[in-house]
T-cell receptor
């Protein structure tokens, strides 16, 4: 079945640095790739997504890139702030977007 | 209103109890989901409802029984649970299933403890 690998599992950066989280998916039929941020005690919140007909998408300090050939997609956060500290999940969809398969998560810690 | 509301926020139940989790959205979404999330793990899909009909059941044990009374409400009925069922139960919703512009909105979850 569909599998999504995510690295690293933890990432510590200084405020102002950039952070990069990488994911690899297995199902070549996947065509929608969202990224979620989950803060302690809260549900996942969508922060950015990308579809398979696009290679890169940017929203202020956050960007996502997709390499369909290699089945890789990455989240880039620039100028990190302490409030960016959270667990980040990548995901890939199959079955016409009805099913999201999540990566294992990255705990990002941004130190002031 | 882009909110998915789940009640209760916390629930402690015994293994012989019957309880229900509730989820509500008023965004006009026609796909609704139940996910289970264990500590330090990603959410795992349990059920998908499309147009109020169950479309995906990820081989979930029958002690979990979903129900979608209307397009805004989703319930998860719990009976004879085991301690290992303790987890955060997340509800989500999205627009018309299969729509390329779909975005899934998650609720805050119900923290369930089975004793």
């Amino acid at each position: 079945g569909e599998n999504v690998e995510q690295h690293p599992s933890t990432l510590s950066v200084q405020e102002g640095d950039s952070a990069v989280i990488k994911c690899t998916y297995s199902d070549s039929a996947s065509n929608y790739f969202p990224w979620y941020k989950q803060e302690l005690g809260k549900g996942p919140q969508l922060i950015i997504d990308i579809r398979s007909n696009v290679g890169e998408k940017k929203d202020q300090r956050i960007a996502v890139t997709l390499n369909k050939t290699a089945k890789h997609f990455s989240l880039h956060i620039t100028e990190t702030q302490p409030e960016d500290s959270a667990v980040y999940f990548c995901a890939a969809s199959i079955r016409g977007f009805q099913k999201l398969v999540f990566g294992t998560g990255t705990r990002l810690l941004v130190s002031p | 209103d882009t909110e998915v509301t789940q009640t209760p926020k916390h629930l402690v139940m015994g293994m012989t109890n019957k309880k229900s989790l509730k989820c509500e959205q008023h965004m006009g979404h026609r796909a609704m989901y139940w996910y289970k999330q264990k500590a330090k793990k990603p959410p795992e899909l349990m059920f998908v409802y499309s147009y109020e009909k169950l479309s995906i059941n990820e081989s979930v044990p029958s002690r979990f029984s979903p129900e979608c009374p209307n397009s805004s409400l989703l319930n998860l009925h719990l009976h004879a649970l085991q301690p290992e069922d303790s987890a955060l139960y997340l509800c989500a919703s999205s627009q018309v299933p299969g729509n390329l512009n779909t975005e899934a909105f998650f609720g805050q979850g119900t923290r369930l403890t089975v004793v």
